[in-house]
């Protein structure tokens, strides 16, 4: 069911990787309600060609840009604009990479190179892209911006490491640039923080289909999955919700207020 929610909007999509990407499932959906869109992703990511079928499937030209760089970012702007025909609607950060992470490297033996870099790619980005928007004035009156996060940066969750930092810091990136582009163009900021999926990024982390499953277990309505991820970005992304903003948006079946459930209950007491 469509209900043309983006018709004549225009956005940006950052991180569709494959086919098991968040983004990529919220451009299948923007596509859908009627939205216009380019698709970016960091060059060496661009290698698996993946994008380009996606794009096709959308009409959606691809400009890639690696988030961390202020040069790609404001050509990122520009070109989209221009391919576009007009300011941005929408913004959609699905940005999350941890050296450590992909090396395995445990809280307590962490490399600081890495970690910044950690930083850089999965937060330091937010505030980029937002800022690059705001110098090149590339943002409509209500465009809506929003970035993926994880319950990471509220409860520790041992294997994901240095990015509970990094979630915890995107977090409080919407808070204090939504603030700001709230006054300055009525730009609402948001984070979703979504439930464990089954991506590249998500399968990276050790443990993943343990916690995955307590994950599921522990949700009342179970995991959220990547499509009704896209489908909960798509009404950010709306008029029908012009005045939520600077919010952390909990979208996890209820894992977040759960203390336990019956089922894992029935499950620990065999
Ligand atoms: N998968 C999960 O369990 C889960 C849960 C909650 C939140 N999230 C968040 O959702 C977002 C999307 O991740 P996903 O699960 O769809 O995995 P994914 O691996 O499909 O997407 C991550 C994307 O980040 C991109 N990226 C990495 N470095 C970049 C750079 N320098 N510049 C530009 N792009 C870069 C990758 O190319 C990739 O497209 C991430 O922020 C992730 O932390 C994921």
């Given at each position: 069911m469509t209900y043309n929610l983006l018709k004549g909007k225009k956005g940006i999509i950052f991180g569709a990787l494959d086919e098991n990407s968040i983004a990529w499932k919220v451009a299948l959906k923007a596509h859908e309600e009627g939205a216009k869109f380019t698709l970016t992703n960091a060059p060496i990511a661009m290698r698996m060609g993946e994008i380009n079928k996606l794009a096709e499937h959308c009409g959606a030209t691809v400009i890639p840009a690696d988030a961390t760089s202020l040069e790609d970012l404001e050509n990122l702007f520009t070109k989209s604009i221009e391919a576009l025909g007009g300011k941005i609607d929408f913004v959609l950060h699905s940005i999350g990479m941890s050296p450590n992470i992909r090396k395995g490297r445990e809280y307590g033996d962490l490399n600081y190179e890495w970690f910044l870099k950690t930083f850089d790619i999965s937060a330091l980005s937010f505030h980029k892209v937002m800022q690059v928007a705001e110098k090149k004035d590339a943002l409509n009156e209500y465009a809506s911006i929003v970035a993926l996060s994880y319950i990471a940066a509220q409860r520790s969750f041992p294997d994901y490491t240095d990015m509970s930092q990094a979630k915890a810091a995107l977090e409080s990136i919407a808070r204090s640039y939504g603030a700001r582009l709230g006054k300055l163009k009525k730009v609402r900021v948001n984070t979703i923080s979504q439930?464990?999926?089954?991506?590249t990024a998500g399968k990276g982390i050790s443990g993943f289909d343990v916690f995955y499953d307590f994950a599921d277990m522990m949700s009342p309505l179970g995991n959220a999955t990547a499509e009704d991820c896209a489908d909960y970005t798509i009404s950010l992304f709306s008029?029908?919700?012009?005045?939520?903003?600077m919010q952390n948006l909990m979208h996890d079946g209820g894992f977040s207020y759960s203390g336990i459930t019956s089922e894992l209950i029935e499950r620990l007491s065999k």
């Open positions: 439930s464990p999926t089954k991506t008029d029908l919700t012009k005045k939520v903003t």
